[in-house]
């Protein structure tokens, strides 16, 4: 099974700031990574699909990258609604695998 | 619209039984795998199971095989998962997934609470 690890685990951060989340799978998943964000309380939503390509909807603050086992993304300027937790997601092969997690707090 | 809505979640005692259902709307069902998700209290995301569009293929993370059992009814644009030997360990909310580009769930339902506890 692959292995999904994100870090941080937890982040502080300002209205306006710059923030990158990575993720590192344990093999090799080609472009297959997602990147979910999550408020409390609520479902999951999609933001990045295949490592780089943004989902329908999603303003263009956020970006991801990467190939292989290693991948970010980026939050180019933090806004109040962005407060959330993050999730990358392998869908290369089953289990399809979640990282932990990464929340952001307010600074 | 695109809307999936899950229900069937409850209290249950430990190795009760449980089926949970999501119905699909605003799109065409058939075309579409479909996946469960579920969130214990305070934890993060783990896939439970994946359906192809023809239920021809399934597959389920090991801490649900042999006890989980997913399947759909295309006529009723609707998913099942059927749960059975039910443990405290399997208290989670449960979420349905509509797969999308490389597998991405890019439409998910609001989630249904199954308890197990006695």
């Known amino acids: 099974d692959i292995q999904m690890t994100q870090s941080p685990s937890s982040l502080s951060a300002s209205v306006g700031d710059r923030v990158t989340i990575t993720c590192r799978a344990s093999q090799s998943i080609s472009n297959y990574l997602n990147w979910y964000q999550q408020e409390p309380g609520k479902a999951p939503n999609l933001l990045i699909y295949?490592?780089?390509n943004l989902q329908s909807g999603v303003p263009s603050r956020f970006s991801g990258s990467g190939s292989g086992t290693d991948f970010t993304l980026t939050i180019s300027s933090l806004q109040p609604e962005d407060f959330a937790t993050y999730y990358c997601q392998q869908s290369y092969s089953s289990p399809r695998s979640f990282g932990q997690g990464t929340r952001l707090e307010i600074k | 619209e695109v809307l999936l809505v899950e229900s069937g979640g409850d209290l249950v005692q430990p190795g009760g039984s449980l089926r949970l259902s999501c119905a699909g709307s605003?799109?065409?069902?058939?075309?579409?795998?479909m996946n469960w998700v579920r969130q214990a209290p305070g934890k993060g995301l783990e896939w439970i199971s994946y359906i192809s569009r023809d239920a021809g293929i399934r597959y389920s993370a090991d801490s649900v095989k042999g006890r989980f059992t997913v399947s759909r009814d295309n006529t009723k644009n609707s998913l099942y998962l059927r749960m059975n030997s039910l443990r405290a360990e399997d208290t989670a909310v449960y979420f349905c997934?509509?797969?999308?580009?490389?597998?991405?769930?890019?439409?998910w339902g609001q989630g249904t609470l199954v308890t197990v506890s006695s």
């Open positions: 605003g799109f065409i069902f058939s075309d579409y795998g």
């Open positions: 997934a509509r797969d999308a580009y490389d597998a991405a769930f890019d439409c």
């Open positions: 295949s490592a780089s």
